[in-house]
């Protein structure tokens, strides 16, 4: 699960990655070329609530990747800006399962916006053409392809041709209107069709809108502001102020939670900003617990429970027999297995049976 910060110059991207990721990423330099890279763990109360009914030797929680970029250039005539980033950030970039745009919105007259003025939307909108753009390109140097030799091949290769060529088209015409991909209502199939090309308008996006401190109060009301003029699907907005969280991840927990009090805040804009990135992918957590480890596995939502048996290893699921499965509440009121076992909270479920968030799982299987 890897997730791309990019935003414009000044915006605060990589201060917001020194805060997710606890890293040291030189900051400033309004958008220099480097790429940074940190894993960050998923919050999840509940793996230390089961260590304390099984005692396990470890405690892995689910992880996410971020990966900082800079800023790409503007596009200009004969030159597509985000396609000018050196080949690792725009393969990095593309590879991204979803993106995390922080927009500036703080006002700070030692850090001066390149523009002049704070406007959110309009960097937000500014930076979205850029990809928009990129996606044109991509749609239109296939299409051309597709134009000189789609009609060549077997009748199935014609054929598979002319349904690619169709969906490009649809998606062609939506960019030129200034639609992202991801506002395209597509098919399956379709969506099998052009996954090769790694769009970056198809990718969800966690748009995080950079605040100062004294907008604290306030940032409901600008998120809504935003929210109600930037509508697109597969689409979070929130808001944080990165330096203020940088300044509270390195307080001691009282200290921090203090500070938070005086601050009126009820909880990490960090870890809520993971737990949006998780949300924003459809992703949910099935757990294992027992003496070796206690364990949090992220899978998509609506997942089966051969799917589940997958994410932990190929051989559960090629030998897969069926799934004990209990409840998180359930486990830890009963506080056992073998009680849960007793109370009929235990289940026995078979290969369609769909996972939920919080499912505790034993998978059995033949060898």
Same mark, same amino acid.
Request: proline share 6%.
């Given at each position: 699960?890897?997730?791309?910060?990019?935003?414009?110059?000044?915006?605060?991207?990589?201060?917001?990655?020194?805060? =997710?990721?606890?890293?040291?990423? &030189?900051?400033?330099?309004?958008?220099?070329?480097?790429?940074? #890279?940190?894993?960050?763990?998923?919050? $999840?109360?509940?793996?230390?609530?089961?260590?304390?009914?099984?005692?396990?030797?470890?405690?892995?929680?689910?992880?996410?990747?971020?990966?900082?970029?800079?800023?790409?250039?503007?596009?200009?005539?004969?030159?597509?800006?985000? /396609?000018?980033? %050196?080949?690792?950030?725009?393969?990095?970039?593309?590879?991204?399962?979803?993106?995390?745009?922080?927009?500036?919105?703080? /006002?700070? %007259?030692? #850090?001066?916006?390149?523009?002049?003025?704070?406007?959110p939307l309009r960097d937000l909108e500014r930076l979205d053409l850029e990809f928009t753009i990129a996606d044109l390109a991509v749609t239109?140097?296939?299409?051309?392809?597709?134009?000189a030799t789609g009609r060549h091949g077997t009748p199935a290769e014609r054929e598979a041709n002319e349904r690619e060529e169709a969906v490009?088209?649809?998606?062609? $015409?939506? =960019?030129?209107?200034?639609? %992202?991909?991801?506002?395209?209502?597509?098919?399956?199939?379709? /969506?099998?069709?052009?996954?090769?090309?790694?769009?970056?308008?198809?990718?969800? #996006?966690?748009?995080? =809108?950079?605040?100062?401190? &004294?907008?604290?109060? +306030?940032?409901?009301?600008?998120?809504?502001?935003?929210?109600?003029?930037? &509508?697109?699907?597969?689409?979070?907005?929130?808001?944080?102020?990165?330096?203020?969280e940088m300044e509270l991840g390195e307080l001691e927990p009282e200290e921090a939670a203090v500070f938070m009090a005086e601050l009126g805040?009820?909880?990490?804009?960090?870890?809520?900003?993971?737990?949006?990135?998780?949300? =924003?992918?459809?992703? #949910?957590?099935?757990?294992?617990?027992? %003496?070796?480890?206690?364990?949090?596995?992220?899978?998509?939502?609506?997942?089966?429970?051969? $799917?589940?048996?997958?994410?932990?290893?190929?051989?559960?699921?090629?030998?897969?027999?069926?799934?004990?499965?209990?409840?998180?509440? $359930?486990?830890?009121?009963?506080?056992?297995?073998?009680?849960?076992?007793?109370?009929?909270?235990? +289940?026995?479920?078979?290969?369609?049976?769909?996972?939920?968030?919080?499912?505790?799982?034993?998978?059995?299987?033949?060898?």
């Amino acid at each position: 699960m890897q997730i791309a910060i990019v935003g414009l110059a000044a915006a605060g991207k990589t201060t917001v990655f020194n805060t =997710l990721t606890r890293g040291h990423a &030189q900051t400033g330099g309004f958008g220099g070329l480097q790429l940074n #890279v940190g894993v960050v763990k998923v919050p $999840d109360p509940r793996l230390e609530r089961l260590a304390e009914i099984f005692h396990p030797k470890k405690i892995v929680h689910a992880d996410v990747t971020y990966v900082d970029l800079p800023a790409p250039p503007a596009s200009s005539a004969g030159r597509i800006g985000a /396609e000018e980033l %050196p080949p690792e950030h725009l393969a990095r970039l593309r590879d991204s399962d979803a993106l995390l745009h922080v927009v500036r919105a703080f /006002e700070n %007259p030692s #850090v001066p916006h390149p523009e002049g003025t704070i406007d959110p939307l309009r960097d937000l909108e500014r930076l979205d053409l850029e990809f928009t753009i990129a996606d044109l390109a991509v749609t239109e140097r296939r299409l051309e392809r597709l134009r000189a030799t789609g009609r060549h091949g077997t009748p199935a290769e014609r054929e598979a041709n002319e349904r690619e060529e169709a969906v490009l088209r649809r998606l062609h $015409d939506a =960019l030129r209107a200034g639609s %992202p991909i991801r506002d395209v209502a597509l098919e399956p199939d379709e /969506e099998k069709a052009i996954r090769g090309f790694r769009f970056l308008t198809q990718k969800p #996006v966690l748009v995080l =809108l950079n605040i100062g401190e &004294q907008d604290l109060p +306030r940032a409901g009301e600008l998120v809504s502001s935003i929210a109600g003029r930037y &509508q697109h699907q597969h689409t979070i907005i929130d808001a944080l102020s990165a330096r203020i969280e940088m300044e509270l991840g390195e307080l001691e927990p009282e200290e921090a939670a203090v500070f938070m009090a005086e601050l009126g805040l009820h909880g990490s804009g960090l870890d809520r900003v993971i737990a949006l990135s998780y949300q =924003l992918l459809g992703l #949910v957590s099935f757990l294992t617990a027992g %003496p070796d480890e206690v364990r949090a596995w992220p899978i998509p939502r609506d997942s089966t429970a051969v $799917d589940a048996a997958a994410a932990i290893h190929t051989d559960l699921a090629r030998g897969f027999i069926r799934a004990e499965v209990v409840a998180y509440d $359930d486990l830890v009121a009963l506080g056992s297995m073998a009680e849960a076992r007793r109370q009929g909270k235990l +289940r026995s479920e078979g290969r369609t049976y769909r996972v939920k968030d919080g499912d505790v799982i034993e998978i059995l299987f033949s060898r």
